[in-house]
């Protein structure tokens, strides 16, 4: 096996080595694995030798499974907590990583587009999780730096039916793994486990709105986010509405960074989603308006609704943002009556 990398151009704040996501993952798979029983998973293997975890199709999965699929999408280098408060909506999941710009853009971003097929029988999916160090497809690997090496992978996919044996082996091959050493854990939306694992990008959500804005990354020093856990619904367009409205109406982010104070304050009055055009309405209600067309959604929607931006170099903190109860409570409670 082997150990950290080097990567072709590291950020200067982060550092000239990187760790390895999938070295980290490793143990955090193995360990899902063997307490499959106890967390109501499914596990086989594929005719290829993959192994296939099931957390929401065929078998029931749940909250801790759920809390723990999403520390295996942040490479090792986040953790991932469920705590009750007293709210109208009392389950929350919390993030937090040392190591914010590699285990949320370099592992837990869902950037890997995987498809086969067309028509009804087409698969597509994005793929999470430490094998996208591994396959390098997207340009966002070339602006980290950062290229993983390691002989076992995971990807994580957000789907409600199985892959087809060409897009295991199009992962097998881009991820340079034998088939034996890939896993694959589906998790669909309408899951407990699904819905947990998608709620708790709220940290990587805000990263990612980091990266569009420009801001650098390198000047990333650290951050935790949490959201609340919405109930999960078996249509497809109202689960995935509440899980973006999570974010959008509850989520609530901290970063530390370090640089001028004029740009930590920039940062923190465009970050929140309440600055896209689209605010306003659950995400399921836009995405009915824009056809279905998730492409015609403004991408800096998707954002926490408030956030806090701490400045280590001055001391100096700036907030902007508001939860949005009424509207969390539309999304998650669906039409009255």
């Not at 550092?15 to 390895?20: A, L, V």
């Not at 809390?67 to 408060?85: K, M, N, P, T």
């Not at 002989?151 to 044996?165: F, I, K, N, S, Y």
Request: hydrophobic share 45%.
């Amino acid at each position: 096996m082997n150990g950290p990398v080097t990567p072709d151009r590291a950020p200067p704040a982060l550092g000239s080595r990187w760790p390895s996501v999938n070295a980290n993952v490793a143990p955090l798979v193995d360990a899902l694995t063997a307490d499959a029983q106890a967390l109501r998973l499914g596990v086989e293997r594929t005719p290829g030798g993959s192994t296939l975890i099931d957390a929401g199709i065929a078998r029931r999965g749940g909250l801790e499974a759920g809390r723990r699929i999403a520390e295996i999408c942040l490479g090792g280098l986040g953790y991932v907590q469920l705590s009750v408060d007293q709210s109208d909506w009392p389950l929350r999941v919390h993030v937090h990583s040392a190591d914010p710009v590699l285990a949320c853009l370099a592992s837990q971003y869902a950037g890997w587009s995987l498809a086969h097929g067309e028509g009804k029988h087409a698969f597509r999916a994005l793929g999470s999780g430490p094998a996208r160090a591994l396959a390098g497809k997207e340009p966002l690997f070339d602006e980290l730096g950062y290229r993983d090496s390691f002989d076992a992978t995971c990807v994580v996919l957000e789907v409600d039916q199985r892959p087809p044996a060409e897009v295991i082996e199009k992962v097998v091959r881009d991820c340079n793994v034998s088939a034996e050493r890939l896993t694959l854990i589906l998790t669909p939306t309408r899951s407990l486990a699904g819905v947990v694992q998608i709620v708790a990008r709220v940290l990587e959500v805000a990263l990612h709105k980091v990266h569009a804005l420009g801001f650098p990354l390198a000047n990333v020093v650290d951050g935790a986010g949490s959201a609340p856990v919405p109930p999960p619904s078996a249509d497809f367009v109202t689960g995935m509405g509440r899980t973006n409205d999570a974010i959008l109406f509850g989520g609530h982010v901290q970063l530390y960074v370090e640089g001028p104070d004029d740009a930590a304050a920039d940062l923190a009055q465009a970050l929140p989603c309440t600055m896209s055009r689209d605010y306003g309405k659950p995400f399921a209600q836009i995405f009915r308006d824009y056809g279905f067309d998730f492409y015609r959604i403004d991408p800096l929607l998707f954002a926490p609704a408030s956030v806090v931006v701490s400045n280590v170099a001055s001391g100096r903190t700036f907030r902007a943002g508001a939860f949005a109860t009424e509207l969390l409570a539309t999304s998650f409670e669906g039409p009255k009556g």
